[in-house]
């Protein structure tokens, strides 16, 4: 099962390379927020987070009630913490 994990901008690391660094239920990594060039996140803004890519901007509200609902599938939630703790862009 593939899902994306909800994350909040800590800060935009390389602008020119539309990277940033997200948090993610308290690991940190560096994501590409390409996808969202038109309407580009800033820090503190939440983000959907699959396989190393934002995905979609969602407000915080969503972000809490997506995570609250992803750790309540246990092992799916488990693997996808350890994708994402190893889909660090560098």
């Keep these: ?3 994306g994990i ?10 020119a390379n539309c990277l940033a660094k997200v948090d993610v ?8 927020i390409r996808l969202l060039e038109d309407d580009l996140p800033a820090p503190g803004d939440w983000v959907l987070v699959h ?7 969602i407000d915080e509200t969503e972000a809490l009630l997506t ?20 889909s660090a862009i560098v």
């Design 1 to 3: 099962m593939c899902l």
């Design 6 to 15: 909800p994350g909040r901008i800590v800060e935009i690391t390389d602008p």
């Design 25 to 32: 239920s308290g690991v940190q990594r560096t994501i590409s």
């Design 51 to 57: 396989v190393g890519f934002a995905m979609a901007k």
């Design 67 to 86: 995570l609250a609902a992803i750790k309540k599938l246990g092992d799916a939630y488990t693997t996808e913490m350890q994708a994402f703790d190893s």
